[in-house]
T-cell receptor
Framework: GAGVSQSPSNKVTEKGKDVELRCDPI?????LYWYRQSLGQGLEFLIY????????KSGLPSDRFSAERTGGSVSTLTIQRTQQEDSAVYLC???????????????FGPGTRLLVL | AQTVTQSQPEMSVQEAETVTLSCTYD???????LFWYKQPPSRQMILVIR??????QNATENRFSVNFQKAAKSFSLKISDSQLGDTAMYFC????????????FGQGTRLTINP
């Protein structure tokens, strides 16, 4: 597609349930990022995938959070046993590989707003 | 670790005026990239402008320009002839060239353009 797409746009779930958020990057982009945007914490990095390299998981806040990227394209962020503090907007971004600011510029999807009741 | 600070939580100007948003950052690296992103109420993050630290010339994109002061670690955004559509949250972001590939964001500035 022309841009990064994310689904669902909005998700309401009950505390303790698992949720899956999906990201479809720009075609040809090898790098994919997940960020979380919340009122109290601003924009936080969660995880980064680049090609076949091991992902950078340094931003995941707990072991309830995991992500995978299948076939170097679509990515799924999974939150297990959701808590109310997980309520936030989850943003996905993609970029080309390294090689200058233009290639490394991250383009964002519209985000998934998650509300945990 | 790198940090990015935006000291103006909110700003408001009249349409057609010029406005400058401030951003400072802290890093020990010599080569890096800086970005300004805009987030309107639709919540889509949109790239406004980018700057490579090794370039002394300030980046410009139509009505948007930056004042990049590397020694002072300052990266301000100037919006000329502001328009109603410029109303949004503006985020300054830092990206390392050699280190971690993530963007480090400031807290944002909420800009309102009044008619």
């Amino acid at each position: 597609g022309a841009g990064v797409s994310q689904s669902p746009s909005n998700k309401v779930t009950e505390k303790g349930k698992d949720v899956e958020l999906r990201c479809d990057p720009i075609s040809g982009h090898t790098a994919l990022y997940w960020y979380r945007q919340s009122l109290g914490q601003g924009l936080e990095f969660l995880i980064y995938f680049q090609g076949n390299s091991a992902p950078d998981k340094s931003g995941l806040p707990s072991d309830r959070f995991s992500a995978e990227r299948t076939g170097g394209s679509v990515s799924t962020l999974t939150i297990q046993r959701t808590q109310q503090e997980d309520s936030a907007v989850y943003l996905c971004a993609s970029s080309l590989a390294s090689g200058g600011a233009s290639r490394e510029t991250q383009y964002f999807g519209p985000g998934t707003r998650l509300l945990v009741l | 670790a790198q940090t990015v600070t935006q000291s103006q939580p909110e700003m408001s100007v009249q349409e057609a005026e010029t406005v400058t948003l401030s951003c400072t950052y802290d890093t020990s690296e010599s080569n890096y990239y800086l970005f300004w992103y805009k987030q309107p109420p639709s919540r889509q993050m949109i790239l406004v402008i980018r700057q490579e630290a090794y370039k002394q010339q300030n980046a410009t994109e139509n009505r948007f320009s930056v004042n990049f002061q590397k020694a002072a670690k300052s990266f301000s955004l100037k919006i000329s002839d502001s328009q109603l559509g410029d109303t949004a949250m503006y985020f300054c972001a830092f990206k390392s060239v050699q280190g971690a590939q993530k963007l480090v964001f400031g807290q944002g500035t909420r800009l309102t353009i009044n008619p």
